[in-house]
């Protein structure tokens, strides 16, 4: 099995690597007629639903989403994966929601499948039941996060803002597992997922040594926090030290680069339930809107006045607006 500690300290050197590619973009003024993706870095997403049953404290969706709550129609997500197949090799299929809310999550994974296109998704563990997971796995999904994040009763509360779902969570994992197992298949790859909060930081130990020994996870993975742009009003020491590391290598950076430098427009969109594209992943109330795919063709919104507006912000130093001027993704 592999475990993977995602440090905070390669976090941030390799969001500063992610800013010198922008700032490469930017300076030499590259664009591009549609997403960059390869099967290392597509951040390509479509958001199947934002319900979710859970109140993570630590999730936007939870106190800031402001956008009303609904289920992607199957007809558009055709009308999206028709377009983007020759473009992306692979799709999230979750935003801000869990996918498995939708009771047509199935033919949508198949649907991206059969036009040779890799599905992955993230899901809370307590809707991994036995006829949900039989349906994951017959789908042909790649890839599977279930996200924990918790080693007891009370860590879970505090995560998920739901008492009483730890002991059923961790049931639903194991009945997945066996699932996969019985059906002899080696798809999706499957992650079991906590996430480091200030709160849950020492109990990262813990959560590797109770699932280091299951021999049918594919990988433990221990992640950072995010602020969502801003979207969850908390300093952590992530921000602090990724703060502290840019002005130290400023500081000894002869040119005094000053590039507010981000590579999403030039990478990546994503699409929310009813078809409202957005830049980046981060857009979790869809703050900036570039167009709508019921309206218009993914080629026109990528090369359309608002994704060229943002560029240009970017390009000129100017990023003013409420999307991208409180992300951390953002490098002054």
Known sequence: MKITIRSKFLNIIRDWISSRLAKN???KKI?????????????FSIELTNHCPMKCDVCPRTNNMTRPLGFMDFSLFKKIIDQASEKINSVWLHQFGDSLVHPEFKEFIIYAQNKGIKTKLSTNAILLNEVTSKKLIESGLDRLIISLDSTDEESQTKTRGVPG???KSVEN????????KCAGSKKPNTILQMIEYEYTKNLVP???NQWKNNSDLDEISIGTFVNWNGGVDRINN??????LLLRFVKKFNKKKSRYNCCHFPWRSLSILWDGTVVPCCF???GL???GNVKDQSLDEIWNGEKMQALRNEFIHNKVTNKLCSTCRGRFI
């Open 25 to 27: 973009i930017i300076t």
């Open 31 to 43: 664009f591009y007629s549609k997403p960059i993706t390869n099967k290392k870095w597509d951040l």
């Open 165 to 167: 779902i730890y002991k």
């Open 173 to 180: 994992v194991k009945k997945f597992l066996e699932v996969r």
């Open 206 to 208: 813990i959560f590797i």
């Open 238 to 243: 992530y921000t602090k030290k990724l703060s």
């Open 283 to 285: 857009d979790y109330d």
């Open 288 to 290: 900036y809107v570039l």
